[in-house]
């Protein structure tokens, strides 16, 4: 679902200046010293890096350490307390062990009030019984409105349809100042009225709107003798659990609750692991505490914005609880129940935020209690991400543009985050566990969801892994292998172990294909592209041509595939420009595998098919009114970033189609917060407003190298700034919704392995060093500097370390490599062939019309300096008229 909420900013800056650190003249990089391949002097943890100097590029390996943002070790701390409520003593305490004590108090509350015995409830509907979150069987029936236990609810039967009423009748007259509502967490009612049955009429005692807490006293304006009272919802909280109407206890008096003690803790950004609080004492009473944990201060509130306990059916009502012995405890937060089946705790989360309050289940009793004292030394969590520190990056970036440096490093922290072991206590709790990934690194897609490795995303955050920590490349490997494990005999693939394998999605088993070659180009691994070779034979040409048609083309609802779902579940049929692109691109890549194994009929072969089927795009979905690609053959006429975008990065588009795709982009998607993913909402409503970094990543890509650089820069600026900016800061967002909202409310990940194509697209496309065949044996520098007048970086290869810096000027370009042995390099300077001077190691190259060196070419227009070898290289080139 899209959300309407615009998410409030950290600290509600200005308008902000975009940081360029100017370059400075000609020649200033200076290439290190030492060994080809050798790494950058590793910046010691705690320790500030060398600051980009103002006057122009720094030393090659130095200021870039300063942009990391992952924990120096595995103990986080917080770095603020944000708030406290109630009777809190010191809470700033707690944020550094062996010092002063956080005290939190609750004195015991009073007995709650009771209506009199025979009192009758009735509703307007009631939801049917059921088995509840917890798999135990439970009603909704009115009477457990009055039943005095607050453990049990009355639920109405109409789900986001109001008015919703509850009449309560007594025996007898009774005086009444007022009343207590008091629901859950699960959804409160926001907006509702109270009347009373006086002088044979209904009249208005008190009318309440905008509640958000659980236990709302509703005084009313005058004592009131009545024997009957009505309460009239008008509106809920829509939560994940449905906009229902629920209401746990009616009291018939007003009783102002005693507020909660509570710490709130920002741990500066988001983070992941096991929360870990010190107790050095409590009363004897068992106190208990309830965790909340969020991403966004928005959905910061007495539940978490999601905890892995709302999909597996436990009843924790969305917070982690622990009871605090007298004698105080280290607690860790782990999976499972304290005591028998009571006071729950979900383990490991993915927040940026922290509230620990003085509290207790209902259902916890008498082993957690609501009430009493307890001592905090100290909070802080075991992180379980990667933990990336300057020592341990093998792969850096750094440019002139302050905020693409930022963006660089954020999307690296982001995948640091999702690379985590595969443990059967945090895993999505949808059948996802299995034993073949237990204990092993893994791509999760997000933080605190979902914690499963799905083959979609590791196509962009499989990527950021190999530029940034390859030497945990297994993580990605060990997933594209289990994957494959778990082939259908009618060799579709799964796009993640969720559900048993079987959940059914129409683009991943192509995903899969591209991840596949991606390895292999990263990595060199022959071996695993000759064991999986027979899944790939099987995917490519037994089940894809079963949904291939008349035309060549996919058309999804061939073979009892129109229930599939693709990356983002949409209701989409038929020919789609998307799935085609993508066949394309996995087609080309299987070539490419299957030509570095000696399988040349097969490259062949699939070589001829990709070819038709990008003929056949062209022929049926190119929409010559739009000057775009159709998103779908049939249905409603629309046009999608993801397919357009393909079409371009794939080559299905020539030079002409390609421009004008982008340009209907640009005219139709552009938002402030980056480039929608739909030009119109013919497929949901929103759906023009919506956009994923994850199609993005192509679309920039596509804008790189249609020779657009300036637009690709902007687009990043506007999508990776929106997300930069806005709370939590520094981590990419699973989705965008209107208005720059978390476009999936509380459920949003906000750190997600997908939306890091940021991390790619400027090594690649910007820096522009890419492999061109297995382990880099060769690869390419091709920089499209936009507007950015320096970069440089290192690239890690199963060689050693490729580095590349540049600068650029109005009329001279200069661009060190340093090439490891066993590899060799292409280089293209940017510009028209034709109004360039290419000058190599010192000698003239290229006079603009002719090459005097036999390794150097012009094609498409561009220079190509092609097989430099291992060592130090430079190449200028200048413009001229």
């Given at each position: ?248 206890e009616v009291w018939p008096e007003p009783d102002e609750p005693v507020v909660a003690p509570s710490v709130t803790v920002d741990f500066g950004k988001v983070v992941v692991g096991y929360p870990r609080i010190r107790f050095t004492s409590a009363s004897g009473n068992s106190p208990g505490v309830r965790l909340a944990f969020s991403e966004t201060r928005q959905f910061l509130t007495g539940r978490s914005d999601f905890t892995r306990a709302d999909q597996s059916g436990v009843a924790s009502q969305g917070t982690d609880q622990f009871a605090v012995p007298a004698k105080g405890a280290d607690w860790t937060d782990r999976k499972g129940f304290q005591t028998g089946d009571k006071v729950y705790a979900d383990g490991l989360h993915g927040f940026r935020y922290l509230r620990v309050t003085l509290d207790a289940l209902a259902t916890d009793a008498p082993a957690a209690q609501p009430w009493g004292t307890v001592e ?192 983002a579940f949409l209701g989409r049929t038929g020919r789609v420009t998307y799935y085609n692109t993508l066949y394309v691109q996995a087609l080309k890549d299987a070539s490419h595998l299957a030509g570095i194994l000696g399988h040349q009929a097969d490259a062949a072969r699939w070589t001829r098919r990709a070819d038709a089927v990008s003929d056949a795009i062209n022929a049926q979905l190119w929409d010559a009114s739009a000057g775009a690609y159709l998103d779908s053959g049939s249905g409603a006429v629309r046009h999608a970033q993801d397919g357009n975008a393909m079409a371009v990065t794939t080559g299905v588009a020539d030079a002409d189609r390609a421009a004008s795709a982008l340009a209907h982009l640009d005219a139709t998607t552009r938002r402030p917060y980056g480039n929608a993913f739909m030009d119109n909402d013919t497929i949901f409503d929103g759906a023009s407003q919506r956009v994923y970094a994850f ?187």
């Amino acid at each position: 679902m899209t959300s309407s909420r615009t998410p409030e900013n950290l600290e509600q800056p200005g308008p902000r200046r975009r940081t360029v650190i100017a370059a400075a003249g000609a020649g200033a990089v200076v290439l290190t010293a030492g060994p080809l391949g050798a790494g950058p002097a590793a910046a010691s943890p705690g320790t500030a890096a060398p600051a980009v100097a103002a006057s122009g590029p720094p030393r090659l390996g130095t200021g870039w350490q300063r942009y990391v943002q992952g924990p120096a070790s595995r103990t986080v701390r917080p770095e603020r307390v944000l708030a406290s409520t109630g009777d809190v003593r010191k809470p700033e305490a707690l944020l550094k062990p062996g010092g002063a004590r956080t005290v939190l108090r609750r004195p015991q509350p009073a007995p709650a009030p009771r209506w009199p015995q025979g009192t009758l409830a009735e509703a307007s509907s009631t939801h049917a019984g059921n088995n509840g979150n917890d798999g135990r069987p439970r009603t909704y029936d009115a009477a457990n409105a009055i039943d005095g236990d607050p453990d049990t609810f009355w639920n109405d039967d109409t789900i986001a349809a109001f008015p919703d009423t509850l009449t309560i009748t007594t025996p007898q007259v009774q005086e009444l100042t007022g009343i207590t509502v008091i629901s859950n967490s699960d959804g409160v009612p926001t907006d509702f009225s109270v009347d009373v049955w006086v002088a044979d009429a209904w009249q208005r005692a008190a009318t309440v709107s905008d509640n958000d807490v659980i236990q709302r006293a509703v005084p009313f304006g005058t004592t009131v003798a009545t024997a009957r009272v009505r309460i009239t919802v008008t509106a809920v909280q829509d939560t994940s659990r449905g906009a229902f109407t629920r209401i746990n206890e009616v009291w018939p008096e007003p009783d102002e609750p005693v507020v909660a003690p509570s710490v709130t803790v920002d741990f500066g950004k988001v983070v992941v692991g096991y929360p870990r609080i010190r107790f050095t004492s409590a009363s004897g009473n068992s106190p208990g505490v309830r965790l909340a944990f969020s991403e966004t201060r928005q959905f910061l509130t007495g539940r978490s914005d999601f905890t892995r306990a709302d999909q597996s059916g436990v009843a924790s009502q969305g917070t982690d609880q622990f009871a605090v012995p007298a004698k105080g405890a280290d607690w860790t937060d782990r999976k499972g129940f304290q005591t028998g089946d009571k006071v729950y705790a979900d383990g490991l989360h993915g927040f940026r935020y922290l509230r620990v309050t003085l509290d207790a289940l209902a259902t916890d009793a008498p082993a957690a209690q609501p009430w009493g004292t307890v001592e905090i030394d100290s909070v802080s969590l075991d992180f379980t991400g990667y933990v990336g520190t300057p020592a341990t990056y093998r792969g850096w970036f750094l440019c002139s543009d302050d905020d693409l440096n930022r963006y660089w490093y954020g999307a690296a922290y982001t995948n640091e985050l999702v690379t985590d072991t595969f443990r059967q206590d945090d895993v999505d709790p949808r059948n996802a566990w299995t034993p073949s990934l237990e204990g092993r690194l893994v791509l999760h897609d997000g933080a605190k969801r979902d914690r499963d490795p799905y083959v979609g995303d590791l196509a962009v955050s499989a990527r950021t892994l190999y530029l940034t920590h390859d030497d945990t490349a297994a993580a990605a490997r060990d997933v594209l292998a289990d994957l494959a494990d778990h082939q259908r005999s009618d060799g579709w693939i799964p796009p993640a172990s969720i559900a048993g394998y079987t959940l059914p999605l129409f683009d991943y088993p192509l995903w899969w294909v591209t991840c596949s070659w991606d390895y292999v180009l990263y990595t060199g691994d022959r071996a695993y592209a000759t064991r999986y070779y027979p899944n790939l034979l099987k995917v490519l040409d037994v089940w894809y041509p079963s949904v291939t048609d008349e035309a060549g083309l996919l058309s999804k609802g061939l073979n009892n595939t129109g229930g599939y779902g693709d990356y983002a579940f949409l209701g989409r049929t038929g020919r789609v420009t998307y799935y085609n692109t993508l066949y394309v691109q996995a087609l080309k890549d299987a070539s490419h595998l299957a030509g570095i194994l000696g399988h040349q009929a097969d490259a062949a072969r699939w070589t001829r098919r990709a070819d038709a089927v990008s003929d056949a795009i062209n022929a049926q979905l190119w929409d010559a009114s739009a000057g775009a690609y159709l998103d779908s053959g049939s249905g409603a006429v629309r046009h999608a970033q993801d397919g357009n975008a393909m079409a371009v990065t794939t080559g299905v588009a020539d030079a002409d189609r390609a421009a004008s795709a982008l340009a209907h982009l640009d005219a139709t998607t552009r938002r402030p917060y980056g480039n929608a993913f739909m030009d119109n909402d013919t497929i949901f409503d929103g759906a023009s407003q919506r956009v994923y970094a994850f199609t993005s990543y192509p679309e920039i890509v596509a804008r790189f190298i249609a020779g657009r650089a300036d637009s690709a820069l902007d687009q990043i600026r506007r999508t990776y700034g929106w997300m930069d900016q806005h709370d939590p800061g520094t981590t990419n967002w699973e989705g965008i919704g209107p208005n720059g909202s978390l476009y999936e409310d509380a459920y949003t990940s906000m750190a997600h392995g997908w939306s890091t194509g940021v991390l790619p697209a400027l090594t690649h496309h910007l820096l522009g060093a890419r492999p061109t065949s297995p382990g880099y044996a060769t690869w390419q520098v091709r920089p499209h500097p936009g507007d950015v007048a320096w970069a440089q970086g290192q690239l890690p290869t199963p060689h050693g370390a490729l580095r590349v810096a540049w600068e650029n000027s109005a009329t001279r370009f200069r661009l060190d490599v340093e090439v490891p042995r066993g590899t060799r390099a292409d280089v293209v300077p940017p510009g028209d062939g034709t109004r360039l001077t290419v000058h190599a190691d010192g000698r003239p190259v290229w006079d603009g019309q002719r090459a005097s060196d036999r390794g150097v070419r012009l094609l498409d227009g561009s220079v190509t300096l092609r097989g430099l070898g291992p060592g130090t290289h430079t190449v200028t080139a200048r413009q001229h008229t």
